[in-house]
Nanobody
Framework: QVQLVESGGGLAQAGGSLRLSCAASGRTFSMAWFRQAPGKEREFVATITWSAERTAYADSVKGRFTISRDNAKNTVYLQMNSLKPEDTAVYYC???????????????WGQGTQVTVSS
């Protein structure tokens, strides 16, 4: 059983930056970030393989967000730049065995961290 704990959420102004972290209690393979805005379904944001040789992003964040990981610390990061009000959501970290964009590919989930972007 792997436990995931997110941190780094908060309030930012449009155009600003935040960095989210997700610490895992053990070794993980592929990891991803998803988000859920009020009244909307949870959606894929970014994913990264264990060796970080492959990443993938949702079109809505491509060029603004960067996913990375430090396996020595069992931690994955999401650097969010040029934030927009529509990025406001609860951000969830997930771990699984493949770098897929579907939620069902991930077995472990964190509790989520709130990101609010003001205009």
């Amino acid at each position: 059983q792997v436990q995931l704990v997110e941190s780094g959420g908060g309030l930012a102004q449009a155009g600003g930056s935040l960095r989210l972290s997700c610490a895992a209690s053990g070794r993980t393979f592929s990891m991803a970030w998803f988000r859920q805005a009020p009244g909307k379904e949870r959606e894929f944001v970014a994913t990264i393989t264990w060796s970080a040789e492959r990443t993938a992003y949702a079109d809505s964040v491509k060029g603004r967000f960067t996913i990375s990981r430090d396996n020595a610390k069992n931690t994955v990061y999401l650097q969010m730049n040029s934030l927009k009000p529509e990025d406001t959501a609860v951000y969830y970290c997930a771990a699984g065995s493949s770098t897929a964009t579907g939620q069902r590919s991930y077995n472990y989930w964190g509790q989520g961290t709130q990101v609010t972007v003001s205009s």
